[in-house]
T-cell receptor
Framework: AQTVTQSQPEMSVQEAETVTLSCTYD???????LFWYKQPPSRQMILVIR??????QNATENRFSVNFQKAAKSFSLKISDSQLGDAAMYFC???????????????FGEGTQLTVNP | ETGVTQTPRHLVMGMTNKKSLKCEQH?????MYWYKQSAKKPLELMFV???????ENNSVPSRFSPECPNSSHLFLHLHTLQPEDSALYLC??????????????FGPGTRLTVT
């Protein structure tokens, strides 16, 4: 079974600075997807960024980028130029790439609470 | 604006009550999910429905009963719950395309308190 570990329960960053959230995972599969989701106080889980394991290039979405190290099974999220609206719980998630018709099981980490200080 | 809505947003119920949570997706997806989010724990997948058929039940107690009348609606019927069932219940949907499922989109959740 796959597992996802986020070792930082809480992180804080000054506004406009850069912060990196850590995520490691364990799997025996070679084809999979990794995600970062953001859950602000409104509780709406929002997809931040997605990475396909077969792609060597790290995904980027505006101020958000990942450092995907497949051999090390590491998938960290870097937030540049942090804004107050970035304050939220961030979840790392894993999904198998094995084609299936029954749905799409996501395995989540425990989450990292990010505080952005003005 | 979210493509997945959930009602109610908050629910307080006694252990002998029967209530239902509702989820509706406006994205044209064909798969829907129920998750439980408890404090200090990762999200737990409860049920998966694909094309209205239940394809996964993650060892969920029978006091939780899902219903999926069509691809746009998903219900979670609750009866004789326990205080430890208090949690945030999240609904999600996704679209199956050739090659697998696309990303899951989540609703805002129902905060359930069992007294």
């Amino acid at each position: 079974a796959q597992t996802v570990t986020q070792s930082q329960p809480e992180m804080s960053v000054q506004e406009a600075e850069t912060v990196t959230l850590s995520c490691t995972y364990d799997t025996s599969e070679s084809d999979y997807y990794l995600f970062w989701y953001k859950q602000p106080p409104s509780r709406q889980m929002i997809l931040v960024i997605r990475q396909e394991a077969y792609k060597q290039q790290n995904a980027t979405e505006n101020r958000f980028s990942v450092n995907f190290q497949k051999a090390a099974k590491s998938f960290s999220l870097k937030i540049s130029d942090s804004q107050l609206g970035d304050a939220a719980m961030y979840f790392c998630a894993y999904r198998s790439g094995v084609q299936e018709t029954s749905g799409s099981r996501l395995t989540f980490g425990e989450g990292t609470q990010l505080t952005v200080n003005p | 604006e979210t493509g997945v809505t959930q009602t109610p947003r908050h629910l307080v119920m006694g252990m002998t009550n029967k209530k239902s949570l509702k989820c509706e997706q406006h994205l044209g997806h064909n798969a829907m999910y129920w998750y439980k989010q408890s404090a200090k724990k990762p999200l737990e997948l409860m049920f998966v429905y694909n094309f209205k058929e239940q394809t996964e039940n993650n060892s969920v107690p029978s006091r939780f009963s899902p219903e999926c009348p069509n691809s746009s609606h998903l219900f979670l019927h609750l009866h004789t719950l326990q205080p430890e069932d208090s949690a945030l219940y999240l609904c999600a949907s996704s679209q199956f395309v050739s090659g697998g499922q696309r990303e899951q989109y989540f609703g805002p959740g129902t905060r359930l308190t069992v007294t």
